[in-house]
């Protein structure tokens, strides 16, 4: 499980590839907002290097939807905590 870990660089590429605009700025921004989980951090690697789990990325997809469809941040905040961590289906339906 460990190894499947992103790092925040990993992260912001996978986006990209994805052809989600995430700046690693705006990224940071949806982390103190509340929208992306924690980050977690590696045993034995600089703790200043953040790593998340794959499915970040859907996360991304969700609030990058979820704003082209029009809604605010705050709404967008009220979707996903509405819908729970592990239903990101419940997202995609609301949208």
Same mark, same amino acid.
């Given at each position: 499980?460990?190894?499947?870990? $992103?790092?925040?660089?990993?992260?912001?590429? %996978?986006? *990209?590839?994805?052809?989600? *605009?995430?700046?690693? !700025?705006?990224?940071?921004?949806?982390?103190?907002?509340? @929208?992306?989980? !924690?980050? @977690?951090?590696?045993?034995?690697? #600089?703790?200043?290097?953040?790593?998340?789990?794959? #499915?970040?990325? #859907?996360?991304?997809?969700?609030? !990058?939807?979820?704003?082209?469809? +029009?809604?605010? $941040? =705050? %709404?967008? =905040? =009220?979707? $996903?905590?509405?819908? +729970?961590?592990? =239903?990101?289906?419940?997202? !995609?339906?609301?949208?």
């Amino acid at each position: 499980m460990e190894s499947e870990l $992103l790092s925040l660089e990993e992260v912001l590429q %996978q986006a *990209e590839q994805l052809g989600l *605009e995430v700046s690693e !700025r705006t990224f940071r921004y949806y982390a103190v907002l509340g @929208l992306l989980p !924690r980050p @977690l951090k590696r045993p034995n690697t #600089d703790a200043r290097v953040h790593y998340y789990q794959p #499915d970040i990325l #859907d996360r991304l997809s969700q609030i !990058r939807n979820l704003q082209a469809q +029009g809604h605010s $941040l =705050k %709404q967008v =905040k =009220k979707h $996903l905590e509405a819908a +729970g961590q592990s =239903k990101p289906a419940l997202v !995609r339906a609301l949208a």
